[in-house]
């Protein structure tokens, strides 16, 4: 395998994603102001939501591109593959956000919060401000998925490298779709959650399209050989699953204003995560299931609560988890013959899912 | 302009079509079985939401491709353009559904109402059984708006076939979801829906992606030039707004045998059409408004609201305009230089949806 080091290129490749996006929102907002000024608000606030994320995929995309020896002539494919990426994982948080009857994202209104509150303000009743709310919601996520899409199909590139592209996106919004109805089936208990359960969720909810999937298409279309791309799936999955449980720590744990969300919500939702798979096996749980999921739960309540997931040892259990994840991605790079920059990085990103509370 | 008959060809790509879909559920529904029985049900209940339809879009997809002289090397491509338009109606239901909270179409649970009815079966409480229905058509929808656009990105065609008929893919989501919103808009209140509004959000609701874009895809598909193009993007619009507004009457006026929906529904959900428009600015209107969008509406009410829709004249106007879309549609294909075989068969089309209901 090439050694190809991560270089300026992806500095200026990475500002081209942000110039993409930003270029393909100004004009949907552009051509949407015909339709009316409510269709506007529509992709303005779409680009809102795709607006101050951390990017995770689009880097992935370019780091595996990059590390694999992606040819100059190919970058500008790189950077829509990126924006593809990009443009779901927005997607899936606009209807994510619906199906989980949330109107806050990262401390201010999301896309269906702001019509809904729109709609009050123009004298809208309770429930049909929140019907439109979701309305536009789920239309900015249609129109997401389908533009992510649009910009691997219109790739000028050969037809098997194109077809391959297009089949790590098929399968990436084929098993998020399942995580989600999985996550939703625990939610509202149709399912019991049992831990190993929360742990396939959460591979497939998470793993899949955040972290193997974009690995996966970087590396793909710098031309990687098929040892490497299931080495960067399984990479994918073990990353996937140690940031996400990481995520379940924070939302306890975390401080606020690290977050941006209350470490009460999690607990008032009644959000089935690792955390609490573990604690319902445990003798605390009759206290700790008398508290959790109660939608008037007080701050104070929630911090005895969260004490009690410490005692009755959850907390610890999933730290471990997550040093168990990290540590067997970390592993895994760094012995399976990757290009040295990229398994750098991969183990660094790797490291930094352990102790993220501390 | 070649003048190609609609030929036996066309039968045998009808065939193809309905065996290129039930292929694609089929191992849609055996690759979800792996991530559990929910997910595989979720493929198995898209799949009937599939079924059944009139498959009018795959129709015209066809008519077009077989008039404009398509080549039997592209028949393939034909097919599986077809299919991605039937499955992007297909999703446009689902969301439709969810947004419009209804649990029944076609006289039978719709995907949400069969999920919502299995929760509760499974002892989950009404509201968080709704929930469960309402996650399972959006993520049901979700896979099916991009499942759509695989069926275009995936085929083999010179890139800028290719690109072109991906716009015209873009361009009916696009405008597609702008109706629907301003669908809602209405619906809730938010926009008094006066008649030129409810014609543009017609338009743009049904007539581009359902008339328009199959027409124009074919057509695309088999080498058509921009002249003929434009004829048909205009005629998909006067017919996508005449077969409307036919529906209109027929939810109001129509035989619940027929329709396979009771005539009082429209009625009771407050549905903003053609007709209530007309009423709107009439005498009669206090008298109509005070019934109309009643959720305890009963039959005879309805029957006396559909009498006064009628007295008002409202009926008689929404039949007159029926008649005058269609016309102008006629016109346009008999005057324009179409092929003759898909003049008369788009002419056969707008004449059909005059006097549906007698």
Known sequence: MTTVPVGERNVGLSAEIDARLNTFFAERIAVSAQYGSDYERLWAQAAAASDGGKRIRPRFVLSAFEAFGGSDADAAAAVDVAVAFELLHTAFLLHDDVIDRDTVRRGRLNLSGSFASDAVAAGVSGDRARLWGEAAAILAGDLLIHSSQSFVARLDLAADVRGALLDVLDHSILVTAAGELADVSFSIGMTEARLPDILAMTERKTATYSFAGPLSAGAILAGADGDALAVLAEYGRLLGVAFQLGDDLLGVFGAEDVTGKSVVSDLREGKETSLIAYARATAWWPEIGA?????????????????????????????????????????LVETSGLPAALGDELARVARSCVGRIS
Not at 296 to 325: I, K
């Open 291 to 331: 508290l959790f999921g109660r939608r008037d739960l007080t701050d104070t309540e929630g911090r005895s609560l969260a004490d009690a997931l410490e005692v009755c040892g959850a907390r610890s259990f999933v730290e471990n988890l997550v040093d168990d994840y990290a540590g067997r991605a970390i592993a």
